[in-house]
């Protein structure tokens, strides 16, 4: 992986790239769905506080990323599944779970999530990041039940 999947971003140094080819040719983004890069310590590809993650977080969890989502509901990271402007509370959650930051994780982990259910009490595969109201697929959702 470092050998081949290692690209110089300008402002943000050494980072892994989402897609790469045979070619030298890159893709610098992230998909707020698991698997993806900001898990990346969850499945030990890398350690949480190894420096090429690092760099590669902070590109996610930036305006760099061309999905990652900075709105007046909410920011976080969504994906090109959904379209630009979706926040997928899944990206929230790892974002909390791959956290050494405690003051990261509390509003990302509790109140964006229980603020952006649109009144239906659930989770949503993705929701707009102006407004909650706007979801992806109304089928698609995770409740309190799903939990027992």
């Not at 779970?97 to 949503?124: N, R």
Request: glycine share 10%.
């Amino acid at each position: 992986m470092r050998e081949y999947a290692v690209v110089i971003h300008e402002k943000f140094g050494r980072i892994l790239p989402y897609e790469i080819d045979g070619y030298g040719n890159y893709y610098c983004i992230d998909d707020g769905n698991v698997p993806s890069l900001l898990p990346c310590p969850i499945f030990d590809v890398v350690g949480p506080g190894d420096p090429l993650y690092l760099n590669t977080r902070k590109f996610i969890l930036s305006a760099s990323n061309p999905y990652y989502c900075i709105g007046k509901a909410a920011q976080g990271p969504g994906g090109p599944h959904v379209g630009r402007d979706m926040i997928w509370p899944l990206g929230l959650i790892v974002q909390g779970l791959t956290s050494t930051d405690d003051q990261e994780v509390p509003p990302v982990a509790c109140s964006l999530l229980q603020k952006t259910h649109a009144g239906t009490g659930f989770m949503h595969e993705a929701f707009h990041k102006d407004d909650p109201d706007k979801f992806t697929r109304k089928w698609f959702a995770l409740g309190q039940h799903d939990f027992r």
